[in-house]
Nanobody, 126 residues
């Protein structure tokens, strides 16, 4: 079992930056593929960024490419999402997710993940 806890959300003006963190407890982080998803009311939970267990393969949704950076530090069991040039349409609840027994790539479907954090609200507004 692994428990995931997100932090770092909040209110930011358009063009601003935030860094989300996802801290894991339980088993070692290094053997999990990870991802960030986001969800707004009445909509599906969508992939934002994903990273393979080794960190070598990374995916970004087109809407965040060039603005967001996903990374994970296996030593302290933490994953990050650096979000720059934020836009109002980035407003959502952001969730981190972990998948056990991954292959060498990343995973884009929320049903492929075994563990979820509780979510952290990001609001981009002036």
């Amino acid at each position: 079992q692994v428990q995931l806890v997100e932090s770092g959300g909040g209110l930011v003006q358009p063009g601003g930056s935030l860094r989300l963190s996802c801290a894991a407890s339980g088993r070692t982080f290094s053997s999990y593929a990870m991802a960030w998803f986001r969800q707004t009311p009445g909509k599906e939970r969508d992939i934002v960024a994903a990273i393979s267990w080794g960190g070598l393969n990374i995916y970004y949704a087109d809407s965040v490419k060039g603005r967001f950076t996903i990374s994970k530090t296996n030593g302290n069991n933490t994953m990050y999402l650096q979000m720059n040039s934020l836009k109002p349409e980035d407003t959502a609840v952001y969730y981190c997710a972990a998948r056990q027994y991954p292959g060498g790539s990343y995973y884009l479907n929320k049903d492929e993940y075994h563990y979820w954090g509780q979510g952290t609200q990001v609001t981009v507004s002036s």
